[in-house]
């Protein structure tokens, strides 16, 4: 992506059981690497002897490890991406160490973290009154778009379930910060 002068770059990232943020969508490291079990179960450690061995062009790059949060940051920073941070995983006590992580880097400067779990992004926002953060959701509704006006967030939406169009219009009239996932097809209302 920074090869390709992309504006950004989305990753999710996890802790390890002993606190390492790491890079990984999915709970288990089972679908894209040699091995199985729970990331949260599993130290750095036991991690680093994994390989990757799924996903796009895969043959292309082998001995694939796991990626560190720092590491992700590091490549931000060398191409001036944007770093489109999405939590994934831990408590709202783990946002003070993602966060120590994200302030080390210059990356932080213009990051943006976003998050399906709205303790976690309550947790930075209280870490945290300057940096971006987007609330995630598939489902829009009046006390979410509450929330994110009281939190000073943005929402990133579910564009293809049509029951979010009708808030829209009350979240922009509020001056929140409107993004979505997966547009696939004009909007079926106006707003």
């Given at each position: 992506?920074?090869?390709?002068?992309?504006?950004?770059?989305?990753?999710?990232?996890?802790?390890?059981?002993?606190?390492?943020?790491?890079?990984?969508?999915?709970?288990?490291?089972?679908?894209?690497?040699?091995?199985?079990?729970?990331?949260?179960?599993?130290?750095?450690?036991?991690i680093q002897t994994l390989r990757i061995d799924?996903?796009?062009?895969?043959?292309?790059?082998?001995?694939?490890?796991?990626?560190?949060?720092?590491?992700?940051?590091?490549?931000?920073?060398?191409?001036?991406?944007?770093?489109?941070?999405?939590?994934?995983?831990?408590?709202?006590?783990?946002?003070?160490?993602?966060?120590?992580?994200?302030?080390?880097?210059?990356?932080?400067?213009?990051?943006?973290?976003?998050?399906?779990?709205?303790?976690?992004?309550?947790?930075?926002?209280?870490?945290?009154?300057?940096?971006?953060?987007?609330?995630?959701?598939?489902?829009?509704?009046?006390?979410?778009?509450?929330?994110?006006?009281?939190?000073?967030?943005?929402?990133?939406?579910?564009?293809?379930?049509?029951?979010?169009?009708?808030?829209?219009?009350?979240?922009?009239?509020?001056?929140?910060?409107?993004?979505?996932?997966?547009?696939?097809?004009?909007?079926?209302?106006?707003?």
């Open positions: 992506a920074g090869k390709a002068g992309f504006y950004a770059a989305e990753f999710d990232i996890m802790p390890t059981a002993d606190g390492v943020w790491i890079l990984n969508h999915n709970d288990t490291v089972d679908k894209m690497t040699d091995g199985e079990g729970e990331v949260a179960q599993m130290t750095f450690a036991e799924n996903g796009n062009g895969i043959e292309n790059y082998p001995d694939l490890r796991v990626t560190t949060f720092e590491e992700a940051l590091a490549i931000c920073e060398q191409y001036n991406m944007r770093a489109m941070v999405e939590v994934k995983g831990g408590t709202p006590e783990d946002m003070q160490s993602m966060l120590d992580v994200l302030k080390a880097s210059p990356a932080y400067e213009n990051a943006l973290v976003i998050d399906f779990d709205k303790d976690r992004l309550a947790a930075v926002r209280s870490l945290d009154a300057n940096i971006e953060l987007w609330y995630l959701m598939n489902e829009l509704d009046e006390e979410k778009i509450a929330f994110v006006k009281e939190q000073n967030m943005g929402i990133a939406f579910n564009f293809g379930i049509a029951q979010n169009y009708k808030h829209l219009g009350s979240a922009r009239e509020q001056g929140i910060t409107l993004a979505s996932w997966t547009v696939d097809f004009p909007p079926c209302v106006d707003f």
